[in-house]
Structures are given as C-alpha cells and as structure tokens.
C-alpha cells in the first residue's frame, strides 16, 4: 500500500506543475503562528483527544492556514521530486521515504473578503470559496491567556457556536481555520460543545520575518476543480468505501495482500463515527 500511495499518487500530484508552480503569486510574510488543535475526532469515543499543530501565516494580501504535518510532507515530496529531476536516469522513488501523516490535510487561504478552501482527494485537487465571517458579537469580558490580555467573541458557523478570545494586541485581524474578522489576533477558540480548541502556542517575532515569503504548496491550489462542501465531502466518503475501486480504476495494480489492509482498515472505520468540525454544509 505504502508503495501505491507515494510512488504514484504523490508523483502525479507534485509533478505536474513542480516547475512553473513556482512563480505563482508570492507575498511576503509578516506574520508567522502556530495553533495546537485538540479535537474529539470520534463521537462514539468522545475519551478520545487527538492533537496537532498548525501554521498560520500571515502575508500582505492573504493568510494561510494549514496542517505543519502537511507542510512537512510537502517540503519532503518537493525534495524527492528535485532529487529526481537533478539526478539524470534516477526514477523518483517514495518506497523509502517516511511521510508524515495529517488528519486534516487542507489547505485554507484568506485575502480581504474571501475564504478558499483546498483539498486534493485521490489526485483531484478540489477547492470552493465563502465569503469571510463577519457575524460575531464582541463582548466586554477580558481574560489572559498565556502572556496575553484578550477579549470575548461569539459567532455560529456551520452547526456550532465558537467561542473566541483575541487581543487587541496583535493588530492581524487573523485566526486558525477559518475565523478571522475580529479586531485583533485570534489566541484561542473553542466549540461550546468542547469538542474542537483551538490555541496559540507559538509566534515568530516581527524582525526574524524580514525578507521571508509565505511557504504554500501551489501545486494544491492551481487546477484546482471549482466543487462545494458536500460534493468534497462525498469524494472523501466514496474513497474511504471503495478504496480499491478508486485505485484500479486509475490503473493502479493492488495486490489480494493490499485488499486486505483495505478491507481490515475500512472495518476499523466503520465502528468509528467522524465528528466533524462542521456539522452542515
């Protein structure tokens, strides 16, 4: 399985725009954070926490927020790509590289009035847009949070009510996923169900940025196919089910041995219940 997955599905995603991906749109990078996500994944499991972190990068014209799992696995990925292509007569080969594994392996980009969402299932790259959150309700109440003074805020999305605190005190107008629109840095913010938190735990200062650009995988965001919510949704459901079938119907040989992994992996999901950070689409 390990072979399938990295020697084809990530040479055909990151090949074919490796070269003149590289002069999309560059921004420069004025503001660098990393959030921790404790998340209740399984809500027949609600014992159950899973941690990761995230990077939020914040430039002049848009913000990126994604997984630093992701970003990991995609500096990787470039890497053997470039080894491949200086290499003359080598074949770029994943069967003895270790990649990093994300639950949540999208990518979200913010500019002034529009948020962009990407994922990539199978070898599809898929995005769909909404505009910015602007429905909170700021309220008096203050609190510190680790080195900073923060304020209240509240807004309903997608099935859930989130509770915000930001400060004043960092002037971006930023958050984790896809919060942002409040007078000042998102520090932390949580479902009133306590089921997803999200929180600072990290931040680059201002003179270490100078000169750097936003790291972003383009080859994740050009070609992209326009979708929705559900139709994203419903691709990642189909290829958890029939995992195989995908796979054979892109020319793919799976073996009797990787079936059974399939079939072992999709009876393991089957006693799970995905509690999702949005509950409607």
């Not at 959030?35 to 914040?58: G, H, T, V």
């Not at 491949?84 to 080969?93: E, L, V």
């Not at 029939?242 to 079939?263: A, H, M, W, Y």
Request: aromatic share 12%; hydrophobic share 35%.
């Amino acid at each position: 399985m390990k072979n399938i997955t990295n020697s084809i599905i990530l040479v055909l995603i990151f090949v074919g725009n490796f070269i003149f991906s590289q002069e999309f749109k560059k921004d420069s990078l004025r503001g660098d954070f990393i959030y921790q996500l404790r998340a209740k994944p399984d809500s027949l499991n609600l014992s159950y926490i899973y941690d990761e972190l995230f990077s939020l990068q914040i430039g002049d014209n848009y913000s990126v927020f994604n997984s630093l799992k992701s970003l990991k696995r995609d500096s990787i990925v470039s890497s053997v790509v470039r080894k491949g292509f200086s290499d003359k007569g080598t074949a770029i080969d994943f069967r003895n590289v270790s990649l990093p594994k994300t639950k949540y392996p999208y990518t979200i980009i913010q500019s002034q009035n529009k948020i962009s969402f990407f994922e990539t299932v199978l070898m599809s790259p898929l995005t769909y847009s909404e505009p910015v959150l602007k429905n909170w309700k700021i309220f008096g109440e203050e609190k510190k949070i680790s080195t900073f003074l923060c304020k209240r805020a509240e807004i309903d999305y997608k099935g859930r009510h989130w509770i915000a605190w930001y400060t004043p005190d960092i002037p971006f107008q930023k958050g984790p996923y896809k919060f942002s629109g409040l007078p000042g840095l998102i520090v932390k913010i949580s479902d009133s169900k306590g089921d997803y938190d999200f929180e600072l735990v990290k931040s680059t200062k201002s003179s270490e940025l100078k000169g750097r650009l936003i790291v972003l995988n383009y080859n994740k965001i050009e070609n992209a196919t326009e979708t929705t919510p559900l139709k994203i949704d419903q691709a990642k459901q189909n290829l958890k089910n029939n995992p195989v079938g995908n796979l054979e119907s892109l020319g793919v040989n799976v073996t009797e041995e990787q079936k059974n992994s399939f079939r072992n992996r999709l009876r393991e999901q089957n006693n799970k219940r995905e509690n999702r950070l949005e509950l409607e689409f």
